[in-house]
């Protein structure tokens, strides 16, 4: 009996086994891609099985309708729908008639005149060495662009977008982002821009705003579009002093007369330039009216709220990141920074007690004569404390010790000045 049972359980076990190597057999897949690919490669500018021709500087470049019309809808397009001048019409096949033996033996031995279509041409009014980067793409999938200049990048970007090839326009637009530079980020930007490549267009955007002051004396500078030096000049972020921006815009509108600059002049925040630069500076080569010079100087006078450039960097400490410098004062200190920078909040850890000395003011500016108190600190105990307040740009930041009068107080804290997105 147990015998027979463990001869069943054999017998089962065997029998699980080879379905499962049959089910392995019947489902496993051989995959022989690099051959495909090597295959279809080989086809690229080869007149093998070509059945089109390319006309690219007088040279003529075999291609394979079928294989173009899959990789691109431009060319399905072109060479089969709307846009192809080679459809015609279907012919309605007659029914055969039956012809006597005799006359097909004639036929037969007569020579048969083929029909052969001939292949069509197309035109290509582009850089040779650029259409054959995008034709060995259509082929390969490999886009080979290690060994071109910029222009030439430009230019397989424009057939990337004008045959609808977002793959490549992705590829070409990351190695952009790569390789921005004082030199040819205003080169990009207009290629980007025109081909509403808005990440690529950011990225240029954020360059020009922390390397302004290079950027604007560039002599690309000057080559840039109307449209993009408007939306340059529209940033918040762009960190430089307003006469320079000015002083570029100036150059720029001498380079490109005939250009109306009337909505680009609108950009300049003439309120930030001092009224000295509005006077000698600004006022005599005639681009800005006298009226909105009047009006920049009345808004000086009358408000302490002007449209600051400014460092928008959440996180960072920007005394330490963009560079302070400190002054001492009757009454304190006052800590400059760098540039213009949007912050909320300023951080100090007093690191060593002071008997005479308990409560100081904590106070913000943007020009040294309109100040904000934002909080108060005590220094009597080491302690590390935070004065929050709005978000605002701030240039200088002044401690004051009003009752004791004392010059030393950045020797008894550790100071910190920083944007919390976080925080209103």
């Not at 500018?45 to 990789?71: G, N, T, Y």
């Not at 035109?123 to 290690?146: C, E, Q, W």
Request: one cysteine or more.
């Amino acid at each position: 009996m147990d015998s027979q049972g463990n001869r069943e359980t054999s017998s089962s076990s065997a029998s699980s086994a080879a379905n499962r190597r049959r089910s392995s057999t019947e489902t496993s897949e051989d995959t022989f891609g690099e051959g495909v690919l090597k295959d279809l490669s080989s086809l690229c500018m080869d007149e093998l099985f070509s059945d089109m021709w390319f006309i690219v500087e007088d040279q003529r470049l075999p291609a394979h309708r079928m294989i173009l019309a899959k990789r691109s809808l431009y060319f399905r397009a072109l060479l089969y729908g709307d846009m192809s001048e080679s459809n015609e019409p279907e012919v309605p096949q007659e029914e055969p008639q039956e012809e006597p033996l005799e006359e097909l033996q004639e036929s037969m031995e007569e020579p048969m005149e083929l029909a052969i279509k001939v292949p069509m041409e197309v035109r290509v009014d582009v850089p040779l060495k650029t259409f054959k980067v995008i034709l060995g793409y259509f082929y390969s999938g490999t886009l080979a662009i290690s060994t071109l200049n910029i222009d030439e990048v430009f230019e397989v970007l424009e057939l990337g977008n004008l045959y609808i090839l977002p793959e490549v326009e992705l590829a070409l637009a990351k190695r952009l982002q790569n390789n921005l530079s004082i030199s040819n980020t205003c080169m990009i930007l207009d290629i980007a821009r025109k081909f509403n490549l808005a990440e690529l267009t950011m990225k240029c955007l954020k360059f020009m705003d922390k390397n302004a002051s290079q950027v604007l004396k560039h002599q690309s500078f000057q080559m840039l579009s109307k449209e993009s030096l408007e939306e340059v000049l529209r940033r918040d972020t762009l960190i430089e002093h307003e006469i320079d921006v000015f002083k570029s815009v100036l150059k720029w509108s001498r380079h490109n007369q005939g250009v109306d600059i009337k909505s680009v002049v609108s950009l300049v925040r003439l309120s930030l330039i001092s009224v000295e630069d509005l006077v000698f500076v600004v006022r005599p080569p005639g681009i800005v009216e006298p009226l909105k010079i009047l009006d920049a100087i009345k808004e000086q006078i009358n408000t302490s709220i002007l449209p600051y450039r400014a460092h928008v960097s959440p996180g960072v400490d920007v005394t330490f990141h963009f560079g302070c410098s400190v002054e001492v004062i009757e009454d304190g200190i006052v800590i400059k920074l760098s540039f213009w920078c949007i912050i909320n909040i300023i951080s100090i850890e007093v690191i060593q007690n002071t008997n005479d000395m308990s409560n100081c003011t904590v106070e913000v500016s943007c020009d040294m004569i309109h100040w904000d108190d934002v909080g108060n600190i005590d220094l009597s105990t080491p302690t590390q404390q935070v004065v929050h307040f709005t978000r605002m740009p701030v240039r200088f930041i002044r401690i004051v010790d009003p009752e004791n009068g004392r010059k030393d107080v950045l020797d008894y804290l550790l100071f910190k000045a920083v944007l919390n997105n976080t925080i209103p």
